[in-house]
């Protein structure tokens, strides 16, 4: 379904000129990750966190000439082109990583984040590291976009920001499907984050306290996102199928 620019901005907060940028831009050509999908950014999470990401790392200090520049574009497209074809069972998560090196060699500017990148992917069951991770193996697939940090000239604490944002996110996005998908993922034998909050009501609980906390990050930087955020998780919260979860302890 199509995402117009104005619902970016008016519902999400994103900057108009990153939102006309992403809605407007063609899709990549044969790119793993947009194969067969004739736009740019849809309303599914895994199109629509993109400029949202991109409107975050803005708001977090970096400048939209860096951010939208083709070579750092170009950059994420590539590290989500091989990260679909890990999804895809293509390349094993080492050979994504190793594409991922690949694409920032000589380019590194934040070599401690690069560094540490490198070590937590190289645990196959993506356990926290330092700064990077949730609890979540499942959470924290995606983070090898963390690897387009590694090319920006900015000063520690931006960058340790900008990680932050990104586990306020993504995670997020991904966290509030699962926990909505929890008894059909049951069901069919499927992968669900909740799991690794805790065991039934109080995994859930967890969870939902978890989100809590990275909406109120989010609103310190982008308000309308945070507020979008949290609105949909109070609905989400008073439904019947929300309550018999938590009641399920």
Not at 91 to 106: P, T
Not at 194 to 215: H, M, P, Q, S, T
Request: glycine residues 6%.
């Amino acid at each position: 379904m199509f995402t117009s620019k104005h619902t970016l901005v008016e519902n999400f907060g994103v900057d108009s000129e990153i939102a006309a940028f992403f809605v407007d831009r063609k899709t990549p050509d044969q790119n793993d990750y947009w194969k067969g999908r004739l736009l740019y950014v849809s309303n599914g999470t895994g199109y629509l966190f993109i400029p949202l990401w991109f409107d975050l790392q803005f708001k977090l200090g970096i400048a939209k000439n860096v951010l939208l520049s083709e070579e750092y574009v170009h950059m994420s497209e590539a590290i989500l082109d091989s990260a679909a074809k890990h999804e895809m069972n293509k390349i094993s998560l080492q050979e994504h990583i190793e594409n991922c090196k690949a694409l920032v060699n000589g380019r590194v500017k934040q070599q401690e984040l690069y560094d540490d990148l490198l070590v937590f992917f190289s645990d196959p069951l993506l356990k926290p590291f330092k700064n990077i991770g949730t609890v979540s193996p499942a959470l924290n697939r995606g983070d090898s976009l963390l690897f387009t940090l590694c090319l920006l000239d900015t000063d520690k604490q931006t960058l340790n920001k900008l990680v932050r944002g990104w586990q306020a996110l993504v995670p997020s996005f991904l966290l509030m499907d699962d926990v909505m998908d929890l008894e059909e993922d049951k069901k069919n034998g499927e992968e669900n984050s909740i799991a690794d909050f805790g065991e039934g009501g109080e995994g859930v609980r967890k969870a939902v306290d978890y989100l809590a906390d990275n909406f109120e990050f989010l609103k310190q930087y982008n308000l309308k996102l945070g507020n979008t955020f949290a609105k949909s998780l109070v609905a989400k919260k008073e439904t019947p199928y929300f309550l018999s979860l938590i009641s399920n302890s």
